[in-house]
């Protein structure tokens, strides 16, 4: 993997690239950097993660054949806003590869992309908070498989899944970031409804049985905030981006 910082700064918001062989999280290593000393829209790389992060404190299995990547900036949103970003990336994310491999991928709720029955992307952002009403920075995080692993992991079996399985034009992983920050910013200035809009179109998880606290329930739609809305058919609750996790039920 060669990584031109030269390609990147030049065609996208980006001021300035790290690249490693290996790191522990390309996550955690922006967000204590940029702690320490903040530099607006830097983005690390890395070959391969030794502690890979993944949503709800999971871990995020990062070998070799993947491309990992996270950039930091300061967002004008509110706390309520947040998880459009999330959002915005996964739509970033599914619309570049969907053009540049000529793939048909979705989105799982909330941020995993799919093609097929298989996840081939996650998507992790980081916040630090500055007060009760402000965002100091926030981290986006996205892992893409690319080439199969050698070796997969008995727990991700099942669903793992790699770019080149699906498609048989090469990841130049260089035009792969741009485009994912490219339409990143795109979809930043987008208007809210519209972007809601285009996420249920790709959304795998719309009219699916999910289990959520040990009950049964239906995803039935996704409102402003990006909550998924779920019924029993007696009740109806709404769940954000926390500390929850949805089985799928077949
Ligand atoms: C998930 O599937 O739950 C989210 C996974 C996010 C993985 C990416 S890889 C780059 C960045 N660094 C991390 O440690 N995590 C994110």
Redesign the pocket.
């Known amino acids: 993997m060669i990584i031109n910082k030269d390609k990147i700064t030049s065609k996208t918001f980006i001021d300035q690239v790290f690249f490693f062989d290996t790191i522990d ?4 290593y922006l967000k204590e950097l940029s702690k320490k000393d903040f530099k607006n829209n830097t983005l690390v790389v890395a070959k391969n ?1 030794s ?6 404190s ?1 871990s ?1 299995y ?1 070998p070799e054949n993947g491309l ?3 950039f930091v900036f300061k967002p004008k949103v509110t706390i309520e806003e947040i998880q459009m970003l999330t959002i915005i990336a996964a739509l970033a994310v599914s619309k570049s590869i969907n053009k540049l491999y000529n793939v048909d991928s979705k989105i799982k709720w909330l ?2 992309i799919y093609i097929e029955d298989k ?1 081939i992307c ?3 952002c980081d916040t630090v908070i500055k007060n009760s009403a402000q965002y100091e920075f926030v981290v986006v ?3 893409i498989n690319i080439s199969e692993a050698l070796v997969i992991p008995n727990d991700i079996k099942d669903i793992y899944g790699a770019i080149s399985n699906y498609s048989s034009t090469e990841v130049d992983v260089n035009d792969l970031i741009i485009n994912i920050i490219n339409e990143f910013s795109t979809y930043k200035k987008t208007e809210k409804q519209s972007l809601i809009n285009e996420y249920k179109s790709k959304c795998l998880s719309l009219n699916k049985k999910v289990k959520y606290n040990n009950e049964s329930y239906v995803a039935y739609d996704i409102n402003s905030y990006g909550h998924l809305l779920l019924t029993n058919g007696h009740s109806k609750i709404s769940v954000n981006a926390g500390e929850v996790s949805l089985v799928y039920e077949d």
């Open positions: 999280s390309t996550n955690t993660q502690k890979g992060r993944g949503r709800l999971k995020f990062s990992y990547f996270s941020n995993d996840k996650g998507i992790l995080g996205i892992g």
